[in-house]
C-alpha cells in the first residue's frame, strides 16, 4: 500500500480509536457524558471511518493487482515482467 494510503488510515484509526476508547472508559464509569460529547461522538466514529474506506477503495491498481505506485515486478536482468501499467480503481466494472 502506498505511504499516503497508509497515513490517512493510521491517522483515521488513531482519531477513531481515542474517541471509542474515551466513550468506553465513561460509560464503564458509569459517568454521565456532555450533550456536546453526545453529538460529537458518532462524527468522531462515522467520518475517519469513511475516510480509511474512501482511502482504501479509491487507490488505483495496476494490470498485476497490486496497487500503483509500488516498484514494478522486475525479471533478472532488470526489465519490467509485464510490460504494461493499465491503472485502474479496485471498483471498475471491469474487475468484476
Same mark, same amino acid.
Given at each position: ?7 490517512? @488510515?493510521? &491517522?483515521? /484509526?488513531?482519531?477513531?480509536?481515542? !474517541?471509542?476508547?474515551?466513550? #468506553?472508559?465513561?460509560?464503564? +464509569?458509569?459517568? *454521565? ?11 468522531? @466514529?462515522? &467520518?475517519? /471511518?469513511?475516510?480509511?474506506?474512501? !482511502?482504501?477503495?479509491?487507490? #488505483?491498481?495496476?494490470?498485476? +493487482?497490486?496497487? *500503483? ?28
Amino acid at each position: 500500500m502506498p505511504k499516503f494510503f497508509k497515513v490517512i @488510515l493510521c &491517522i483515521c /484509526a488513531l482519531v477513531s480509536g481515542t !474517541a471509542l476508547a474515551v466513550n #468506553t472508559a465513561i460509560v464503564a +464509569g458509569g459517568g *454521565v457524558t456532555h450533550e456536546w460529547w453526545n453529538e460529537l461522538y458518532p462524527y468522531l @466514529l462515522g &467520518i475517519p /471511518a469513511g475516510a480509511a474506506f474512501v !482511502a482504501k477503495f479509491t487507490q #488505483t491498481y495496476g494490470k498485476d +493487482g497490486e496497487p *500503483v505506485g509500488r516498484k514494478p515486478k522486475t525479471d533478472a536482468s532488470g526489465t519490467a515482467v509485464d510490460g504494461k501499467s493499465i491503472a485502474n480503481t479496485i471498483l471498475d466494472k471491469d474487475d468484476f
